[in-house]
């Protein structure tokens, strides 16, 4: 996905994993600071949107309802979604997926996994289909992996160095870590991303990280980008 122009104001939030509270705080905050912006601004959410935290259907809900006046809402894929929807196409009683906060997300819509795993491909389809909204299913299925601006690319966990964005391979994007951290910036390109928590944003040379662990600590960040103007972080309160 990619723009010619920017708008007036990018937010682009950390990931969220399960965490509702922290998203309709995080975009009450937002909206306020905005009030002096003209112009359309963008929410740009970089992906893991479910799992580990206590409310991965509601967290979808949010997304899927109308953002707040004079906003744009831009969800791009996690590698948590990409596990969701492979365990959900084929569930399986040993999936990695359940042990990194798949349970979670299935506790979120009162399914357990021996509802999942047992009988037939048809019926573990009926259970899916009777407790998880297809509006849920068919939303993780419609993310886009990037938002490319003019000097910025938004991706969940970074980019391959020396590779244009449409050689990248997906498991990158959804993946990478110290490949990612310890290659020469592109020239004229930061790279906002989440992926590899911190207890602060990292602000380093070509890239911003903002997985600030919000299922961990209650903090959910965003960054404020507006041409010619520094960077700004906004924060969720530690409520837990």
Known sequence: MAADSW???????????GCLAQVRELERLIAEDAKSIPGEKWMVYL????????????????????PPAGFRRICLVGNHEVMALAFLRNPQADADWLKFGGLEFLHSYQLSTAALVGGSA?????????????EHISFLKSLPLSLTVPGYTFVHAGLRSGISL?????????????????????PGLTVVHGHTPAPEPVVAAGRICID???????????????PGEAPLFLQTHNAR
């Open 7 to 17: 708008p007036a104001a990018i937010y682009a939030i950390g990931d969220v994993h």
């Open 122 to 134: 048809r019926s573990r389809l009926a259970v899916i289909e009777s407790h998880i909204p297809s």
């Open 212 to 226: 600030t662990g919000a299922f961990a600590t209650g903090i959910l960040t965003a960054l404020r980008l507006i």
């Open 166 to 186: 449409e050689q990248q391979r997906e498991s990158d994007l959804l993946w990478i870590r110290d490949e990612f951290f310890e290659a020469a910036p592109q």
């Open 47 to 66: 992906g893991d949107y479910i799992d580990r935290g206590p409310d991965s259907a509601g967290v979808l809900d949010k997304l899927l309802s109308t």
